[in-house]
C-alpha cells in the first residue's frame, strides 16, 4: 500500500511503501462500532449512586389504615412506586461498565479504521513535524503551509515538548504520541496527519 508523504512545506515527497495488512483492510463496520463503544464504555467510571427504600428519608408511619379507605393498601411511603421513594434497582458506585476487547480484534479494528482513512483520503503522512519554539503561532502557520487546517489529529512517534506547548491551545487541533492513538480520536477527526515515525509505531503494534 502507497501513502503519499508531503514535507513540512506541504510539497509532495516520494510515497511511503505502508503494510497492507493495517492500510489495505476492507471496512467492517461492526467491528469498528464494538471497539468504539468499548473504549467509551472503559473511560467511564462507575460513581453514579441512587438510594432504595431502605436507604431514602422517610416516616415508619403506615399512611393510611389497611382496610376501609377505598384506597389501595400502603405500608410505606418510601416505596418505589410513589414520589420520593427509593429507587428498585438502584445505580450503586461500584458499577463496572468495562467491555472486554481482545487484541486480535482492537488490532483488526485499529487497521479497518485506518485502511478507511487512507480509502477516504483524510491520512496525510508528514516526513517529520518540528517546530523552533513553543509559540501557539509557529505552529499554526507550519499546520497552514501544509494545507493541514480545521479538525485535526496529529500521530507522531514521539511529542517533543516544544510541539506539545505550541498545540495545546488550538481548538480544534489535538497532538498524541503513536501509542496514545485510540479509535475514538481517529474516527472523529475529519483529518488525520501521521508523521513516518509513528506509521512505523503502527505497524510494530498493530501490523
Do not use: C
Not at 104 to 132: H, P, T, Y
Not at 144 to 160: A, D, Q
Not at 181 to 186: G, M
Amino acid at each position: 500500500m502507497e501513502l503519499k508523504v508531503i514535507n513540512q512545506q506541504g510539497q509532495e515527497e516520494a510515497k511511503l511503501q505502508a503494510s497492507d495488512i493495517l492500510f489495505g483492510r476492507e471496512f467492517n463496520e461492526a467491528l469498528v462500532h464494538q471497539i468504539v463503544v468499548a473504549y467509551q464504555a472503559n473511560a467511564r467510571s462507575g460513581d453514579s449512586q441512587q438510594k432504595d427504600r431502605s436507604e431514602v428519608r422517610h416516616t415508619t408511619t403506615k399512611p393510611w389504615r389497611q382496610k376501609g379507605t377505598g384506597r389501595a393498601r400502603a405500608g410505606s411511603n418510601g416505596s418505589p412506586l410513589w414520589r420520593g421513594g427509593g429507587r428498585i434497582f438502584p445505580n450503586s458506585p461500584d458499577q463496572n461498565y468495562t467491555q472486554k476487547v481482545n487484541k486480535k480484534m482492537f488490532r483488526a479494528g485499529m487497521a479497518a479504521i485506518l485502511s478507511e482513512l487512507a480509502r477516504q483520503d483524510r491520512l496525510v503522512v508528514i516526513d517529520e513535524l518540528s517546530v523552533e519554539a513553543p509559540k501557539t503561532k509557529l505552529f499554526a502557520e507550519k499546520l497552514k503551509g501544509m494545507g493541514l487546517e480545521g479538525n485535526l489529529l496529529v500521530v507522531t512517534g514521539e511529542l517533543s515538548e516544544n510541539l506539545y506547548l505550541s498545540s495545546r491551545n488550538l481548538p480544534n487541533v489535538l497532538v498524541l504520541e503513536a501509542q496514545e492513538a485510540d479509535p475514538v480520536s481517529l474516527v472523529r477527526f475529519a483529518k488525520i496527519a501521521v508523521t513516518k515515525n509513528a506509521i512505523a509505531k503502527f505497524e510494530e503494534m498493530w501490523g
